[in-house]
């Protein structure tokens, strides 16, 4: 989370991390070790843990892991074809490119429209 010039990263299972980005904005010194950061540092958690119920939060992310990983593993198991799938086809023969040229217009419509031979008019001979 961010206030002001601060970042504060906050994991349980990891140490916290503190960042100046006015100083340090490639974020290279963890300031959450030095006496004089302290005060942002209890501002920050303080804060965090008004807003969000850390623990909730994290059991949600790892019930949410567990889901992914069920899927990705009944996935695996079976013949399942990915949203990603491509078929087996040379593309530039399925579809009609366009050149930009009035010609690509005519074949475009061609490609996608049977021949139909012209109507006779219904009455021969009047224009």
């Not at 140490?15 to 209890?42: G, K, W």
């Not at 990915?82 to 690509?104: C, N």
Request: some cysteine.
């Amino acid at each position: 989370m961010r206030k002001r010039q601060w970042k504060y990263i906050f994991c349980e299972d990891d140490p916290p991390q503190l960042y100046d980005l006015h100083v340090d904005p490639d974020e290279r010194f963890n300031r959450s070790v030095e006496e004089t950061t302290a005060s942002i540092e209890r501002e920050l958690l303080d804060y965090l843990h008004a807003q969000w119920d850390v623990r909730a939060l994290k059991e949600a992310m790892a019930t949410s892991a567990r889901q992914r990983l069920f899927i990705q593993n009944m996935r695996q198991a079976g013949d399942f074809v990915g949203w990603d799938y491509q078929p087996r086809r040379d593309a530039s023969r399925q579809f009609v490119g366009s050149g930009g040229a009035a010609l690509a217009t005519t074949i475009k419509c061609l490609a996608r429209f049977l021949f139909v031979s012209p109507k006779p008019p219904d009455h021969p001979g009047q224009s």
